[in-house]
């Protein structure tokens, strides 16, 4: 049989299928930053999973861990029992990530994925102050199931509930619609004015920096006025830092350089660490007021992520790869000026920080035009945006200085390609 063939997709695969449609091919192999197709077509990823795979395509240090771990027949599948690999994660998050970041933390695991952790801290807020509302944010997103659906802002994602969605309100993020001081006092004043229509909420929800929703970042002015907010009123503050985190815009936390103290905070993707489904639930200790299996699920066991989740913890004993990651981020924000300059075509504008950086298209389509080309050239990315308008480098944190570069050039030989491609259409 010739898996080769697009078509087995197209005829048995759900017409949900999203990210195959973008990048044709049939892929097989992967490794750090590359991935080849059944053809021997080699491919930058500049994609990472959506986030998934902050330390590359099968990573030798979780490979060989998880190897070890299978060939011992370590338990795999284990609810939410006591295993030796939840106990070695649970050990070395707490002693390599919270410890010396002064923050007391219990993890919960709330299922696999971004939307479980989502959904966990929505109905813990909840529970914990006696409240219904959650106030979000524009652009925000923060998963597809129900719950997370209501603190979502893009239209068409919410369209597919197909009920309403409801217990919650959505303010603006920073800088939406005016400065930062404007902002702060716009949340307040709906907050606090008896005739706004707005309860008290239980909680705000909100990404220090936009994945899906554009590459919006916050500035930290923002997040210190949001946290005191929530404190000077008593309601809980959430971080969902399922895409940002992990190192992603240079410190293992993303709101680290704010330097608030979230009361619950939201991890998925890359905390596997190998691309295998995890996810957790910080929760500060006072509000940990959970009953026994009051909300639970069948993979909060998952030990295989565990295995690979405490490897990768072995890159944040030191400051070596936040170093890194911080330097590199220089270098992509400033190719990502010069392509504004070099292309006035694109009318763009650089969005985002750290590895979650691009640029916003000031002309309808062009983003996802470039992603298109991107792909011809060998050069895997994705478009973010309520309008992907927003075309998005999220390469492997773990990604060499000749990785990046080969990325960087495949990408402005996709924009130079796309502009002149625009040129002889329009004229």
């Known amino acids: 049989m010739n898996f080769n063939d697009l078509s087995i997709f197209e005829n048995l695969e759900s017409e949900v299928r999203s990210y195959c449609r973008g990048f044709p091919a049939v892929f097989h192999k992967a490794k750090d930053h590359k991935l080849w197709d059944l053809d021997g ?35 795999t599948h284990s609810l939410d ?41 929505l109905k813990l807020a909840r529970k914990v102050t006696g409240r219904t509302n959650v106030i979000s944010f524009t652009n925000g997103f923060h998963g597809m199931t129900i719950g997370a659906l209501s603190v979502t802002g893009n239209a068409f994602k919410r369209q597919g509930a197909g009920i ?22 716009y949340v307040k004043q709906f907050i606090d004015d008896n005739g706004s229509g707005v309860d008290m909420p239980a909680a705000f929800i909100l990404e220090t920096v936009q994945g899906e929703g554009g590459l919006n970042a916050a500035s930290n002015e923002w997040l210190q006025g949001i946290e005191k907010i929530c404190r000077e009123r008593g309601i809980l503050l959430i971080i969902d830092d399922v895409q940002a985190g992990v190192g992603r815009t240079g410190t293992f936390f993303s709101f680290e350089p704010a330097g608030i103290n979230p009361d619950i905070v939201c991890l998925s993707k890359s905390i596997g660490g190998y691309g295998l489904p995890l996810a957790l639930t910080l929760i500060k200790p006072e509000y940990d007021i959970w009953a026994p299996g009051e909300h639970n699920g069948t993979f909060r066991g998952n030990n295989p992520a565990f295995v690979a989740a405490t490897a990768a913890l072995e890159y944040w004993k030191d400051d070596t790869l936040e170093k890194s990651v911080q330097e590199k981020s220089k270098k992509i924000t400033n190719f990502l000026q010069d392509m504004t300059k070099k292309y006035p075509e694109l009318r763009g504008s650089l969005k985002g920080r750290g590895f979650m950086q691009g640029i916003a298209c000031d002309v309808e389509g062009l983003a996802e035009d470039v992603a298109e080309k991107a792909f011809e050239k060998g050069l895997i990315m994705e478009t973010a945006g309520a309008e992907d308008e927003v075309f998005k480098l999220f390469p492997p944190i773990t990604i060499d200085d000749a990785g990046l570069e080969d990325g960087l050039n495949r990408l402005e030989a996709a924009i130079e390609a796309t502009v002149k491609q625009k040129d002889l259409v329009t004229s």
Do not use: C, W
């Open 41 to 75: 077509n080699e491919y930058v990823d500049f994609f990472s999973g959506a986030g998934a795979l902050n330390y590359g395509h099968n990573n030798e240090k979780m490979k060989q861990a998880l190897i070890q771990y299978l060939t011992e027949d370590g338990i």
């Open 81 to 121: 029992m006591a295993s030796k690999a939840k106990a070695e994660f649970l050990q070395s998050f707490n002693d390599i990530i919270l410890k010396p970041r002064n923050l007391d933390y219990k993890t919960m695991f709330p299922g696999p994925t971004g939307t479980n952790t989502v959904e966990s801290a």
């Open 164 to 185: 309403p969605l409801n217990h919650s309100v959505t303010m603006p993020y920073d800088a939406y619609n005016g400065d930062t001081k404007a902002q702060l006092d």
